[in-house]
């Protein structure tokens, strides 16, 4: 490859591919057209100044490749360190949970919703007791009451009926009453 048919230009999309200049229209004049016609000047800018910025250009992407390349060799060392160290990134995981899990315990946003919670459940706490003792109280009151006794009372008749007086073997014996026999031995 002829060094002189290499595009140097570090910009373009062609770089360090062959150009043929053969097929080249270079003698067809191309009105308005100053300096290089596939990158028109933007009017104001002379080529000295463009070729000036084109060349600052060049040297801050050479600047932002080493840093890219510095980067990559600082995170490599980090991981081997790390790997050395035994932190595995399920370690660094529950590390950076658990930092984050305290940051949010100590926001001021946590500890006032921790102090409503807290109230809530205080409020709820006494209005669940006094509804209790209220209920316990309404339920003494109606077994106090002349219906409910008088449903208790029916209740014994009842059971006596079914069952008979205790004591008094005459009453209707339940079938776990019965002694096992021989041939219902028991477990």
């Given at each position: ?19 043929d200049h ?36 060049t040297k ?9 390349q510095v ?117």
């Amino acid at each position: 490859m002829d060094p002189a048919s290499q595009d140097i230009n570090l910009n373009s999309p062609n770089k360090g591919l062959a150009v043929d200049h053969s097929d080249s229209l270079s003698d067809v004049p191309v009105e308005g057209a100053v300096g290089n016609s596939a990158n028109p000047l933007p009017p104001g800018l002379t080529e000295e100044e463009a070729e000036e910025l084109r060349t600052e250009l060049t040297k801050v992407e050479e600047e932002i490749n080493t840093l890219r390349q510095v980067l990559s060799a600082k995170e490599r060392h980090s991981t081997e360190l790390k790997r050395k160290l035994g932190l595995s990134p399920l370690t660094e995981l529950k590390q950076n949970l658990s930092k984050s899990w305290q940051d949010v315990q100590t926001s001021n946003a946590y500890k006032k919703t921790q102090e409503t919670l807290s109230q809530a459940g205080q409020k709820t706490s006494a209005a669940i007791s006094t509804m209790s003792t209220v209920i316990g109280k309404k339920l003494g009151d109606m077994r106090n009451s002349a219906t409910f006794k008088s449903f208790e009372d029916r209740m014994e008749n009842l059971k006596y009926k079914v069952i008979g007086p205790k004591g008094n073997g005459d009453g209707v014996s339940s079938p776990a009453d019965t002694t096992p026999t021989q041939e219902n031995p028991p477990f």
